[in-house]
């Protein structure tokens, strides 16, 4: 059973919007942490968006006021809504599960609890 699993990535021309999906399985998906990652090729694996249980949510600067995280705890999903996206936002994006980092150090931890297999998204000019 694979703990997390995205979905929802594609091919995009800039300035269009996606949202990318994260079934959960496995974990108490409420009680914890969750965010989302990217990797660009050649790139480090870098911190975009993590939201709390309790709602709370944090964003990397390259996204904040684009992206919004969010968490369905009733169907084990979590969400990414990406707008204006640019071809900068190109990626392998994963989803990514912790019981116990918070916020402040979620986004720049890679020592997560789970991962998922990532989903591919291409931003065109």
């Known amino acids: 059973q694979v703990p997390l699993m995205e979905s929802g990535g594609g091919s995009v021309q800039a300035g269009g919007s996606l949202r990318l999906s994260c079934a959960a399985s496995?974990?108490?998906?409420?009680?914890?942490?969750m965010g989302w990652f990217r990797q660009a090729p050649g790139k480090e694996r870098e911190g975009v968006a993590v939201?709390?249980?309790?709602?709370?949510?944090r964003y990397a600067d390259s996204v904040k006021g684009r992206f919004s995280i969010s968490r369905d705890n009733a169907k084990n999903t979590l969400y990414l809504q990406m707008n204006s996206l640019k071809p900068e936002d190109t990626a392998m994006y994963y989803c990514?599960?912790?019981?116990?980092?918070?916020?402040?150090?979620?986004?720049?931890?890679?020592?997560?609890?789970?991962w998922g297999q990532g989903t591919q998204v291409t931003v065109s000019s």
């Open positions: 990514a599960a912790d019981l116990y980092l918070g916020l402040g150090n979620f986004l720049v931890l890679k020592t997560q609890d789970y």
């Open positions: 496995g974990f108490a998906f409420s009680v914890y942490a």
């Open positions: 939201i709390d249980d309790d709602g709370s949510t």
